[in-house]
């Protein structure tokens, strides 16, 4: 557990204290708010792909079903934001629940089944004929809670439960045996781990942590369409920046984050028309030349990172 | 079969398990008691693994009843037979290879019959995994892997601990050290159900065997008695290497 | 409850505004104008993104060339200075970028990318920083709210109010031509699963035709061969088909590849987008077939700017072939934010967003450019700029034109409806 | 009537969807890599055939053996350059999505880059003037010719796998490639031509894309990549007739949603593939549990 309280004092308190203080410095606000939803994500991909090896690519369907299922409490129960947002994360676990059969597939499959179940679900949101409850193509218009300053700060306190989870779950038993159940499953369940529980558990904690941030991202722009919130590019970033750190770590993520969204950012800002390119190349070549991310690398190097 | 006198630990009854029309295990019944330590050879494709896998819940029998203690335990999941006391080496090791040789056995540790990881030093020390203790099992070699599959089976305190195939691939001192280890653990009251084809091997360590050919026991009594035993012989001859 | 929060809400604007009207005006004038807007190079909403973009810059490059554009506050001419970033059809990367434009850069005139669905986040970002927001295209009518001051639609009209001489043709002079039963089909997208919803809701509540199919399809669908034989087998007069550039050319395509042929045809940009609909689905399978009929292919009488063959000369210059820039609906509209941001410019008394906001409002009912006549209602929807319809014709070169049938004031000819 | 054109119609666009889903499934069934590049590839033909016309007056029926010759020669190196490196890394299938989403990213910018984001189509007399009646009836020129340019492609596939050499090694790695490589088959050549027969494939189903889909986009690649997999998951994988079967699967199932149900046609293919996978995964896996 001393590691424990070690990698808080250097992942968890400093990007916490820096996410809330940020926007006193920098106005951008907006841009620190998407900076802590892609740590958010990523670190939740890295709950599931981590830790026990099953990639969501369908992540971004935990994401949308919590926007819409905050959006829906507000619109029809007029319930208050946070109370809602309870709903939202609600429904999400409710979705990765029905979900669970997946885990019968295996490696790209589930992937593939999981990204067509995140599709699904927009489909069903954005059908016209459920206009009366989802509001259909036509979009979610929440200005009547918008709470900008409020909604930030629930982003952050998210954020520091989202990465307090990432490092009981590296330190802790449950995280062991969920990294021994990815490695090799049954020799885990020979070692008495319970590995169906185990993984649904990680499975849960994982689109819980989905639907919060996608609620409070509901609340936070307020106005948006089913292809805001389930952009597929909300599961491939999160992926992404996950894997380029390292996965199963507690800063491998972050770091993946800082970096490349970072990137992501500045090419935006300085040669957009190259935005996508050298993004699609950068992908190819994290892939080929770093496949098990920057983490490991630093380590080997001695650098102990956590 | 003369009556015993202590109660059997595990006892397999009538055990039946088809794969798409084939008969993998037709009709298998033994017992085995504390402290007993019972060979199962036969030749390649005879059952002998597929009876270990029924038995530690990797395949559901089609018929037939494992109990164990008493109690039926065909069907039960893995991790509940772990829980149970009743676990297994693979023929192939299967340690978790990101994870390091303390974290393999530790795991077993934390989630077997026996809660908490006190013995896990000592447990590496005996099994001479300590001064690995700290690296990926990846990093191991096979005959360490080995040793590490029994100290992770080990760790979580089996009662009965099924040894697939581990004096495969070991030298000559290795397999006499594996062999006064498994005597010791049955010492210690563990029963031991062993498949091994290394015929001088068996009759070092086990107590009884039974002989199995295409899924039906053949034979079933000491391994001196088995090598006189037309049968025993018949399926042996020319396949395997006789004592 | 919903009611009294909209009387509050229009208090609180009329407060704003009442503050914000001893304007200390004249400051010193700024070096630049910088005009901040948003484009999708890539991705989904490229296609109506791009063009937009690009007449806007073609606009701003003729200000420019000119020594500026003319700033009544402070009498004289002032650069434009193009502050624009790619947000690749992405709705995350649109609002950092439109937050980008306000806090960092710190734009004088906030532009919105095209469509709804970009537009979006722009919405609450605009308002919660006090920033007018010229909403190109975006059309959604939740944008539009009685507590929102900061933002107008400029160059089509809402969505709610769109379809209306359409419907409106069909209602009063259906029954004349024998048009009784009506299908409707629509891709199921924020623009034209809106249109379908509020074009149904106009036919029905006048109740002289009779919805014999309404159905909406994915904007995905590419093959409507089996849907066209479905809605055949309910016998209709009338079919409208609501959907994107690509969907109409499917549509049409397959209508005319397995020879069904029905009295009354609408769809959206086969009037709209003439010479691509009829280089990917030729001439005859557009005869006859009704369509929204838009500055890019009608004359409007304008009273500021260029009309629309001065513009498409002007165009041609800019962006000769091969340079990539796709004339159409969209490559006007970008002009005609233009022209309407002149005139604002010209008119506003500061460069205050609430200044700027009185300026626009102010040119409603007053302005019409090639694009139509330009009308605001209190919330800043744009309720002119309602499309009339048309129908295409051939125009004895092989080719084809579209006439203007309805409404009277701008008809130049009668409409022609087939025999069942 | 309804369902009988229905039932057509959905088998004509089966084939065609078979064709689109061929390629993935022969890279999938050989290298056990997702190439989610797929429908970029297949853009890229859509795009081919588009220019060729245009700046040559090509024939699209002649694009598609251009297209076909190109895309297969590009495939060598490519594969060279991506896949062996892939299949050396922990966990192949998983980062292979993760690569060639990269690269499907990368071919949509280039392309985007290149032919401007705006919808590209092609002129359906090109493939013949009015419908066609098959049965009774009548169905749209370009639909038949598409569907049998796909139909031969599938039957050429079949013949390459099943009667000859080259094919005979490519089953044999399908089958497995440990095996294979034990038994001194030039694993890597065979793939390698695998790979850009797949691109091919690819290629050829996106020149008719103009005529089955309407029009083509620099960012349509995804959602075709999508459909093929679902094709390709409803027929079981190394098996060209099992495509075909996918293909017409979906394409019938497509258009009796479109009939009944058109507003949620969108989401048969998601369900469909959840579905399938769910009910037989093992079978579609091509992976036996291991008998230990």
Not at chain 2, 183 to 190: E, K, L, V, Y
Not at chain 2, 197 to 217: S, W
Not at chain 4, 76 to 98: C, G, H, N, Q, T
């Amino acid at each position: 557990m001393l590691r424990g309280v070690r990698d808080s004092l250097v992942v968890v308190v400093p990007l916490t204290a820096a996410a809330a203080l940020l926007p006193f410095a920098y106005s951008n606000e907006l841009l620190l708010f998407n900076f802590i939803v892609f740590l958010v994500l990523a670190q939740g991909v890295n709950v599931i792909y981590g830790f026990t090896g099953y990639l969501p690519f369908g992540y971004v369907g935990f994401f949308g079903t919590g926007a819409y299922g905050f959006s829906l409490a507000v619109i029809h129960l007029h319930l208050f934001p946070l109370v809602a947002l309870g709903l939202g994360a609600a429904a999400a676990v409710l979705l990765a629940l029905l979900l669970t059969p997946l885990f019968r597939l295996s490696g790209a499959y589930f992937a593939i089944a999981s990204f067509a179940a995140a599709f699904a679900v927009y489909e069903v949101v954005s059908n016209p004929h459920l206009d009366a409850i989802t509001k259909g193509p036509y979009g979610i218009s929440l200005s009547q809670i918008y709470n900008p300053q409020l909604s930030y700060g629930v982003a952050v306190v998210i954020l520091a439960v989202t990465l307090g989870v990432t490092v009981y779950l590296k330190n802790s038993r449950f995280g062991l045996s969920l990294r021994s159940i990815r490695d090799d499953s049954l020799s885990a369940a020979m070692a008495g781990v319970n590995v169906v529980r185990a993984r649904t558990l990680a499975w849960l904690i994982s689109a819980l942590i989905a639907g919060l941030i996608g609620g409070v991202f509901a609340w936070y722009v307020s106005v948006f369409y089913p292809e805001t919130v389930f952009g597929a590019e909300f599961s491939v970033f999160a992926i992404v920046f996950a894997l380029f750190g390292g996965v199963a770590t507690v800063s491998g993520p972050v770091l993946g984050v800082i970096f490349l969204y970072g990137i992501y950012n500045v090419i935006g800002i300085s040669a957009p028309q190259y935005f996508q390119l050298i993004y699609g190349l950068l992908i190819m070549g994290l892939v080929l030349f770093l496949p098990g991310g920057v983490v490991p690398l630093l380590r080997r190097w001695g650098i102990d990172v956590p | 079969m003369s009556p015993e006198k202590e109660a059997p630990l595990l006892a397999v009854e009538a055990l039946e398990k088809r794969f798409s029309g084939f008969r993998a295990l037709d009709g298998v019944s033994f017992e085995v008691r504390p402290g007993e330590i019972l060979g199962l050879v036969g030749p390649n494709g005879s059952g002998k693994t597929t009876c270990i896998n029924v038995i530690t819940g990797l395949y559901r029998p089609d018929g037939g009843k494992v109990t164990f203690e008493g109690h039926p335990i065909n069907g039960l999941p893995s991790h509940r037979l772990a829980r149970l006391g009743v676990n297994r080496t693979f023929q192939v090791p299967r340690p978790f290879p990101s994870l390091t040789v303390r974290e393999n056995v530790a795991v077993a540790a934390y989630h077997g019959r026996r809660a908490g990881g006190a013995e896990i030093e000592t447990l590496l020390l005996s099994l001479e995994l300590d001064a690995y203790a700290d690296k990926p099992a990846a990093d191991l070699n096979s005959a360490q892997q080995k040793m590490l599959d029994l100290a992770r089976a080990l760790a979580t305190g089996p009662r009965l601990l099924c040894v697939d195939e581990l004096a495969a691939g070991l030298s000559r001192t290795e397999l006499e050290r594996v062999a006064l280890r498994l005597r010791a653990f049955a010492g210690s009251g563990i029963a031991l159900l062993v498949v091994e084809h290394l015929m001088g091997f068996i009759g070092e360590v086990t107590d009884r065997v039974v002989v199995l050919n295409a899924g039906k026991i053949i034979f079933e009594g000491t391994l001196a008695e088995a090598i006189r035993d037309r049968r025993v012989v018949e399926v042996f001859l020319g396949t395997e290497h006789a004592v | 409850m919903k009611h009294s929060m909209q009387v509050l809400g229009g208090i609180a604007v009329l407060s704003l505004l009442a503050a914000a009207a001893p304007a200390r005006a004249a400051t010193k004038a700024p070096a630049e104008i910088k005009i901040g807007t948003l484009y999708a190079s890539s991705g989904p909403f490229a296609g109506i993104s791009m063009p937009v973009y690009d007449g806007l810059k073609l606009w701003i490059n003729q200000q420019n060339a000119a020594g500026g554009v003319y700033v009544g506050a402070f009498h004289k001419k002032i650069p434009i200075k193009l502050i624009s970033y790619d947000d690749l059809s992405s709705t995350a990367t649109a609002a950092t970028l439109y937050n980008q434009l306000i806090t960092r850069d710190k734009v004088n005139l906030l532009l919105s990318d095209s469509g709804s669905v970009l537009t979006s986040p722009a919405v609450p970002i605009a308002k919660e920083h006090k920033q007018f927001l010229f909403d190109v295209s975006g059309s959604g009518a939740a944008f539009f709210t009685k507590d929102n001051p900061y933002i107008a639609l400029i160059c089509l009209a809402e969505t709610a109010i769109a379809p209306k001489y359409l419907a409106d043709f069909l209602n009063s002079d259906g029954a004349k031509y024998g048009l009784k039963r009506i299908a409707i089909l629509y891709s199921t997208n924020d623009f034209t699963g809106a249109l379908a919803k509020a074009f149904t809701g106009f036919i029905k509540s006048a109740g002289k035709l009779k919805i014999v199919y309404d159905h909406g399809v994915p904007t995905s669908t590419s093959s409507y061969t089996v849907l066209i034989n479905t809605i055949a087998a309910t016998h209709p007069d009338a079919v409208v088909e609501m959907g994107y550039p690509g969907n109409d050319i499917a549509f049409l395509r397959n209508l005319r590849d397995v020879g069904v042929k029905f009295p009354f045809l609408f769809t959206i940009y086969s009037g709209t987008e003439i010479a691509e609909l009829e280089h990917a689905v030729g001439a005859a399978a557009m005869t006859n077939v009704f369509s929204y009929v838009a500055g890019v292919t009608y004359q409007y009488k304008v009273n500021f700017g260029p009309t629309t063959p001065g513009f498409r000369a002007a165009w041609d210059k800019a962006y000769p072939p091969g340079s990539g820039a796709e004339w159409g609906m969209n490559a006007l509209y970008g002009y005609h934010t233009g022209l309407v941001l002149q005139r604002v410019l010209a008119t506003t008394k500061s460069l205050r967003q609430l200044d700027l906001r009185k300026a626009i409002f102010a040119l409603s009912g007053k302005l019409t450019t090639l694009n139509g006549t330009f009308v605001l209602n209190s919330e800043g929807a744009q309720v002119g700029e309602i499309d009339p319809v048309g129908q295409l014709r051939p125009n004895g070169k092989g080719g084809l034109r579209l006439d203007v049938v309805y409404p009277p004031r701008y008809a130049n000819a009668k409409p022609i409806i087939g025999k069942k | 009537m309804m369902l009988e054109y229905a039932l057509l119609a959905g088998a004509i666009f089966g084939l065609y969807f078979a064709l689109a889903g061929l390629g993935l499934n022969l890279v999938f069934g050989v290298m056990r890599i997702v190439n989610l590049a797929h429908g970029d590839f297949m853009m890229l033909g859509a795009f081919s055939a588009f220019w060729l016309f245009r700046l040559i007056h090509l024939n699209p029926l002649f694009s598609a053996l251009f297209v076909l010759a190109l895309f297969a020669l590009l495939g060598l190196p490519l594969y060279y350059l991506l896949v062996p490196p892939l299949l050396r890394a922990k966990d192949p299938e998983m980062l292979s999505f993760i690569l060639f989403f990269g690269f499907s990213q990368a071919i949509e910018a280039l392309a985007a880059i290149a032919f401007g984001p705006s919808e590209r189509s092609l002129p359906g007399r090109l493939l013949g003037r009015g419908p066609i009646r098959i049965l009774g009836q009548a169905f749209p020129a370009a639909w038949t010719w598409s569907g049998i340019a796909s139909a031969a492609a599938v039957l050429a596939v079949y013949l390459y796998l099943y009667h000859s050499r080259l094919g005979y090694l490519t089953r044999a790695v399908m089958e497995d490639r440990e095996e294979a490589l034990a038994t001194g088959i030039d694993v890597h050549f065979v793939s390698a031509i695998a790979f850009g027969l797949g691109l091919a494939l690819a290629g050829i189903a996106g020149v008719f894309a103009p005529f089955m889909l309407g029009s083509a986009t620099p960012s349509m690649g995804l959602g075709l990549t999508l459909q093929s997999f679902v094709v390709i998951v409803i027929g079981s994988l190394g098996n060209p007739l099992g495509t075909v079967l996918g293909g017409i699967i979906y394409g019938v199932s497509l258009m009796f949603m479109q009939t009944y149900f058109s507003s949620w046609a969108s989401l048969l293919p998601y369900v469909l593939l959840i579905l399938i996978l769910l009910v037989r995964p093992s079978g579609l896996l091509g992976r036996q549990v291991r008998r230990a």
